[in-house]
């Protein structure tokens, strides 16, 4: 089986090395963007995203919550988790099927989070 790759957006870096630390540490492979911008240029060119862990607050064109309605629409199959410590949004306001994490986060929740959604994810085909 070849190893699930998490793309990590989060604009603050001691947060973005820390979580990418945690989650390669678990045996995940790992790609990194600082902005929504960059991380939609990453997910067009490689098909083999499975998870997208993403903050809400930061600098761009987009914030986290708008990256993943656009990932829901364009590349469905992927699993979304979204992150935050000062915004909680509803249900209706994430894309369907997306897991919440309130920052602080534990290293627990984040990767039985990425661990569910590997699961999920190695049930459906990548389009």
């Given amino acids: 089986m070849t ?3 998490v793309l990590v ?4 870096p001691i947060i973005r090395m820390d979580t990418v630390a945690v989650i390669e540490d ?6 990194e963007a600082a902005n929504a911008d960059d991380a939609i240029i990453f997910l067009e060119t490689r098909a083999d995203i499975r998870v997208v862990f993403s903050d809400i607050e930061m ?3 987009m914030d986290g919550l708008k990256l993943l309605h656009a990932i829901r629409e364009r590349w469905p ?3 979304l988790i979204l992150a ?7 249900r209706d306001e ?7 994490l309130r920052k602080p986060y534990s290293e627990a929740s984040l990767l039985g989070a990425i661990r569910r ?7 459906a085909p990548i389009c």
Avoid at 9 to 12: C, F, G, L, Q
Avoid at 26 to 31: F, T
Avoid at 94 to 100: K, L, N
Avoid at 117 to 123: I, Q, R, Y
């Fill in 26 to 31: 678990a045996g995940y492979a790992v790609i």
């Fill in 3 to 5: 190893q699930t790759v």
């Fill in 59 to 61: 600098p761009g064109s």
């Fill in 117 to 123: 959604a590997n699961a999920v994810a190695n049930e």
């Fill in 9 to 12: 957006v989060e604009d603050e």
């Fill in 77 to 79: 199959p992927i699993v």
């Fill in 94 to 100: 994430m894309p369907s099927d997306t897991v919440f």
């Fill in 84 to 90: 935050s410590g000062r915004v909680s949004p509803s």
